[in-house]
């Protein structure tokens, strides 16, 4: 996408660039995206599929096709006698177009 696509559409470059947290890295989101051609992120609670969608194609230079958006609970922990609970957050599934790739393993050598 270009930064003038980027304003037409209505989304701060600074706001994309902090939209996506992190790649979900699990045995789930590894099968997820062999068979689905899907992608996992941890987002931003408060991100909206488009802009999900366009912190993707920004960052990674890629053609989306569809994002699907789960909000995960966060769990119940026991601290000694008292009770917390962790965070909850919000995950983005993106399918990518077909032949687009995002290849997370590139950067990491032995």
């Not at 947290?21 to 590894?30: D, G, N, Q, R």
């Not at 408060?46 to 699907?68: C, H, M, N, R």
Request: hydrophobic fraction near 40%; include cysteine; aromatic fraction near 8%.
């Amino acid at each position: 996408m270009s930064e003038a696509t980027i304003k037409q559409n209505g989304f701060n470059q600074e706001r994309l660039m902090q939209v996506l947290l992190a790649p979900v890295v699990s045995e789930k989101s590894t099968y997820v995206a062999d068979k689905n051609e899907q992608v996992i992120f941890r987002v931003v609670s408060d991100a909206t599929k488009p802009e999900i969608k366009a912190a993707v194609e920004l960052l990674f230079k890629v053609q989306v096709d569809s994002v699907q958006v789960a909000n995960v609970k966060g769990k119940e922990k026991r601290f000694g006698r008292f009770i917390g609970r962790r965070r909850h957050w919000k995950k983005a599934y993106v399918c990518l177009k077909p032949g687009q790739e995002i290849n997370f393993a590139a950067g990491e050598t032995k």
